[in-house]
C-alpha cells in the first residue's frame, strides 16, 4: 500500500510514528508538509529519516494569524499551498491521509473528489475542545465527514466527539497520537543517580518535586495550579517543590501572581530544549497537567515513560486511557481550587508510594508506543480501502 500523509506541520514527536508507519509499508509512505512552518530540525530528522520521501513544500499562502490565541476556536485561517494538488498526485497514492477538516486537510479532500482516493482522517478534538465551534465549522465537519473513508481518533473521548459528527464507529481507529516515549525512556535510563541529585539540589533538593512542563498562558492553567499550590504551601508546609518549564505570554504575570500569593516554593525554570527534557523529568517525582483545554497533550505520556506518576486535568483529553486513578496518579479539576490542592496533597500524603505509581506509568505509556500509532493509521487506511 503507497500512502500519502499530508499535513501542514508536525513537531519531534511525530517522526518516530512516521518511521515505524514507512516500516509497516516497507518504504511506502510519502508525506508531504510545510517546510515554512515546520522547525528545521524537525525537517532534517524527517528527510534523514524518510530521505526524497520526506517533502518539504515552501510559498504558503494565508489569509489569517499564523498563531492561534490560547482557546479553540478563537481565530480563524484560510491557507493556499501551491502546487500541493499536483504534489499529491505525483506520489500516486492508494490511500490519502490527513489531519483534521481544514487548512492542508481540504486539499486532501479535493484529491479526493478528483481522483476517487480513499481518505483518512486522523483527527483529535473532542465535545470539551468544541464547546466553542461555531454553528458553520460544526455544519462544515458534518458535510466532509459524509465524504471521509475512515478516521484515526486519538482516544475515546475523540471518537465519541467524532461518531457525533456522523461517522459510525466501525470506521474509527483509535490511538493515532504518541510521544517519543522509547528514546525519552532510553535518554532517562542513561541518566546517572549524581545527574539527578545535581539538578535536584539547584531546587534546593525537597523531598517532593512537581514538575509541569507546558507553555505560559490562559489554556494551560497554570495560574489555576499556582492558586491550588498555595493552599499546599498554608495548610500542609514542608519539603515540596513546583517547578515549571516553558515560556509563554503570561509568564510575568503568573510570576506576579506567585509573588502576590506568597509563594517561596515554586521555581520558573523557563523554557528546556526538547534534547534535554527528559533529566528534568528524572529529577521531579510528580508530573502536573492542569491544562484546561487539550486534545490529548503528549507531554503526559512523555512523563509517564520517564516514570513519573500524574495529576491530570479532567479537560485532558488522554485522561481516560492513560490515568488509572489511585494507581499511576490521579484526575482533577483546575477550576476548582480545593480539587486541584486535594490532588496535590495526595502526592504529599502517599509519597512513599510515587516509584511504584512511576512504574505504573512506565508500563501504561508503553502501550501508546510510535508502533501503536502507526498500526492505529494503516488499520484506517486498511478500513477505507475496503471500503
Known amino acids: 500500500m503507497r500512502i500519502t500523509y499530508v499535513t501542514r506541520s508536525f513537531l519531534d514527536y511525530r517522526i518516530p510514528v512516521l518511521e515505524a508507519l514507512n516500516r509497516k509499508l516497507t518504504g511506502g509512505l510519502r508525506i508531504i508538509y510545510s517546510a515554512d512552518y515546520v522547525p528545521k530540525r524537525v525537517h532534517d530528522r524527517a528527510k534523514q529519516s524518510l530521505r526524497e520521501n520526506a517533502i518539504g513544500m515552501r510559498g504558503e499562502k494565508r489569509l489569517g494569524p499564523n498563531e492561534f490565541p490560547d482557546f479553540a476556536n478563537s481565530a480563524f485561517r484560510i491557507v493556499y499551498q501551491p502546487g500541493l494538488l499536483r504534489a499529491i498526485k505525483k506520489t500516486r497514492p492508494d490511500v490519502i491521509v490527513s489531519d483534521g477538516f481544514f487548512q492542508w486537510a481540504f486539499f486532501a479532500l479535493l484529491y479526493k473528489w478528483l481522483y476517487r482516493c480513499p481518505l483518512v482522517l486522523c483527527y483529535e478534538r473532542t465535545f470539551h475542545t468544541e464547546r466553542r465551534a461555531h454553528w458553520y465549522r460544526t455544519a462544515y465537519r458534518k458535510l466532509v465527514i459524509r465524504f471521509v473513508d475512515a478516521m484515526a481518533c486519538n482516544g475515546k473521548l475523540s471518537l465519541e466527539y467524532t461518531n457525533w459528527l456522523g461517522i459510525p ?41 512537581f514538575l509541569a512542563v507546558g507553555k505560559l498562558n490562559k489554556r494551560k492553567g497554570i495560574r489555576e495550579l499556582l492558586l491550588g499550590w498555595s493552599l499546599l504551601e498554608k495548610s500542609l508546609p514542608g519539603a515540596w517543590a513546583l517547578v515549571l518549564i516553558g515560556d ?67 479537560y485532558n483529553g488522554c485522561y481516560p486511557e492513560l490515568i488509572s486513578v489511585g494507581e499511576n496518579g490521579w484526575i482533577f479539576n483546575p477550576l476548582d481550587q480545593q480539587d486541584t490542592f486535594n490532588a496535590l496533597r495526595k502526592c504529599v500524603v502517599n509519597r512513599e508510594r510515587l516509584n511504584e505509581m512511576g512504574r505504573k506509568s512506565k508500563d501504561i505509556a508503553a502501550l501508546y508506543s510510535p508502533d501503536h500509532a502507526a498500526e492505529a493509521i494503516l488499520n484506517a487506511c486498511k478500513i477505507a480501502v475496503q471500503r
Request: with cysteine; proline share 6%.
Open 169 to 209: 464507529e466501525s470506521r474509527i481507529t483509535t490511538g493515532h497520537m504518541a510521544a517519543d516515549t522509547e528514546n525519552l525512556a532510553q535518554s532517562v535510563a542513561s541518566l546517572s543517580n549524581s545527574d539527578r541529585q545535581l539538578l535536584r539540589r539547584t531546587w534546593g533538593n525537597p523531598e517532593v518535586i
Open 248 to 314: 509563554g505570554p503570561d509568564k510575568e504575570k503568573l510570576q506576579q501572581l506567585a509573588k502576590d500569593l506568597g509563594l517561596e516554593k515554586v521555581i520558573f525554570q523557563g523554557p528546556v530544549d526538547y534534547n534535554e527534557i527528559a533529566s528534568y523529568y528524572a529529577a521531579a517525582d510528580v508530573f502536573v497537567m492542569p491544562t484546561l483545554e487539550d486534545n490529548w497533550s503528549l507531554v503526559v505520556p512523555e512523563a509517564m515513560a520517564c516514570g513519573m506518576p500524574v495529576l491530570c486535568s479532567e
